[in-house]
């Protein structure tokens, strides 16, 4: 069974300019996540998504950052404009329920340079 | 929600069991507890997770006392594949939704 996949694995940007990071969840699994962690810092939640809808996206930091899942399966995060406190490493998950606190899988992550 | 602590980092030796304690004074009574190991450039990946008393599987050994107020996750003879950030999280769907929330970690450095 395929894991999560991300994409890229790395990017290098300008500050001002746009990206988009893509993430593959495991195959069936309606829940997905974005997480971060900027340098230094802990892992930090993002958004979730229940198929295509927003369960939950108090983790985002300003609207700069847009999270899309449609049709309920791949998602993107696209961050425009991007600013240097943006650099990091972006982790995606994905799991079958979150009923009973079950186990996350996680990509690789993206890691994000903005310069 | 409740707040994990856990050391920074510990060093052992090749074929030692390590044991890492969590303490978790304000673990609600819905929470369950989870650990989860992070390799470098990878992302976090779960180990084991349990709610009170003693849980086992191929990986790891899971020690929760009655009071739940800690927990000691026990890696039985480890090996230098076994260098990687542990984190304790303590949570529950029902009060904090799907999110997990990630403490510092502790740094696990085995050497030959």
């Known amino acids: 069974e395929a894991g999560v996949t991300q994409f890229p694995s790395h990017s290098v940007i300008e500050k001002g300019q746009t990206v988009t990071l893509r993430c593959d969840p495991i195959?069936?699994?309606?829940?997905l996540y974005w997480y971060r962690r900027v340098m230094g810092k802990e892992i930090k939640f993002l958004l979730h998504f229940v198929k295509e809808s927003k369960q939950d996206e108090s983790g985002m930091p300003n609207n700069r950052f847009l999270a899309e899942r449609t049709g309920g399966t791949y998602s993107t995060l696209k961050v425009q404009p991007a600013e240097l406190e943006d650099s990091g490493v972006y982790f995606c998950a994905s799991s079958q329920d979150y009923g009973g606190f079950y186990e996350q899988y996680f990509g690789p992550g993206t890691r994000l340079t903005v310069t | 929600l409740a707040k994990t602590t856990q050391p920074i980092s510990m060093d052992s030796y090749e074929g030692q069991e390590v044991n890492i304690t969590c303490s978790h004074n304000n673990i609600a009574t819905n929470d369950y507890i989870t650990w989860y190991q992070q390799f470098p450039s990878q992302g976090p990946r779960f180990i084991i997770q349990g709610y009170k008393t003693k849980v086992t599987n191929e990986v790891a050994s899971l020690f929760i006392p009655a009071d739940r107020k800690s927990s000691t996750l026990s890696l039985p003879r480890v090996s230098l594949s076994d260098t990687a950030v542990y984190y304790c999280l303590v949570g529950s769907s029902y009060n904090q939704g799907g999110k997990l929330i990630f403490g510092q970690g502790t740094e696990l450095s085995v050497k030959p």
């Open positions: 195959s069936g699994h309606d829940n």
